[in-house]
Nanobody, 121 residues
Framework: QVQLVESGGGLVQAGGSLKLSCAAS????????MGWYRQAPGKQRELVAL???????VYADSVKGRFTISRDNAENTIYLQMNSLKSEDTALYYC???????????????WGQGTQVTVSS
């Protein structure tokens, strides 16, 4: 079993900042790519940012220059520093990880329960 636990969401005014965290735990041999996705009411889930085990990063165009994803490989934890928040950033933010549970297992995809980010204008 692999668990992803997110934290750090909340209510913030436009222009403010929040930092999300996601810790992976359980039967983990190694963690490959980890990332953040979000889903606003009535919309599809979308990619926010990804980071692989070599610290290569990918960002959605809508958050470039405002959000920063980082990673602590020793703790299997990722972070999302969100600055200059806008009302359109309001969504449920989900953590995702590709995990191997043993040296012979394929990568398996795991999701957290989500943490709500609400930006008031």
């Amino acid at each position: 079993q692999v668990q992803l636990v997110e934290s750090g969401g909340g209510l913030v005014q436009a222009g403010g900042s929040l930092k999300l965290s996601c810790a992976a735990s359980g039967s983990i041999f190694s963690v490959a790519t980890m990332g953040w996705y979000r889903q606003a009411p009535g919309k599809q889930r979308e990619l926010v940012a990804l980071i692989n085990s070599d610290y290569r990063r990918v960002y959605a165009d809508s958050v470039k220059g405002r959000f920063t994803i980082s990673r602590d490989n020793a703790e299997n934890t990722i972070y999302l520093q969100m600055n200059s928040l806008k009302s359109e950033d309001t969504a449920l933010y989900y953590c995702n990880a590709d995990v191997r549970t043993s040296d012979r297992s394929p990568l398996s995809d795991h999701w957290g329960q989500g943490t709500q980010v609400t930006v008031s204008s």
